[in-house]
């Protein structure tokens, strides 16, 4: 008798269910306390990780099919050495290349604007000190520390996304470098 699907079942019920809905919830008191502002760097987190997914499956799965189509064509031309060939293998390159950055221009700009949706919370946290303060005429603890947590969420938030996002950038653009580099080593005249 096989036991195995029982033992899962029982680990999915006892810790994976759990795990998750702690985690839902801690989500949901990170959104309600940090205000809107962690909302737009949640979805900017979202997609910025999504792209970075697509961009992984498309350099393990989709580039080297494309690499090894586009040199399949290039090695079944009989003239490599002329004008015209070599203009065709530079764009034969330069489609792979272009097909390889897609997306980087967005996960470019979604890196640096996490931290500064961050700071736009960070400003409302201390607008909300501030106007407590004047509205009561003095420093109410408990009002002032709810406007500074709120500040400290926000900008942890847009730190924290902006910071786990920083290497995939890198990363894919170095991978494009080199996997270009590689093409034109691969289409030899």
Known sequence: ??????????????????????????VVDLVHDGGPYVICIFASMVLMWGMVFERYWFFKRVLPKMAN?????W??????????????????????????????P?????????????????????????????????ADAKTMASGVSHAMICTMSGLAVSISGLYPVHYFRHQARLETELLADRFTY
């Open 106 to 138: 967005l996960l470019q700009v979604l890196v640096p604007m996490s931290p500064l949706l961050g700071l736009i919370g960070t400003v409302s946290g201390m607008l909300e000190v501030f106007d407590s303060m004047a509205l009561r005429g003095s």
């Open 75 to 104: 090695k079944a031309r009989t003239d490599h050495s002329s004008w015209c060939a070599r203009q065709i293998r530079s764009a034969m390159i330069s489609r792979l290349n272009v097909a390889m950055t897609t997306g980087f």
């Open 1 to 26: 008798m096989n036991r195995a699907p029982v033992f899962w079942r029982r680990a999915w019920r006892n810790v994976a269910v759990p795990s998750l809905t702690a985690l839902y919830v801690a």
């Open 69 to 73: 189509d586009a040199h399949a064509i």
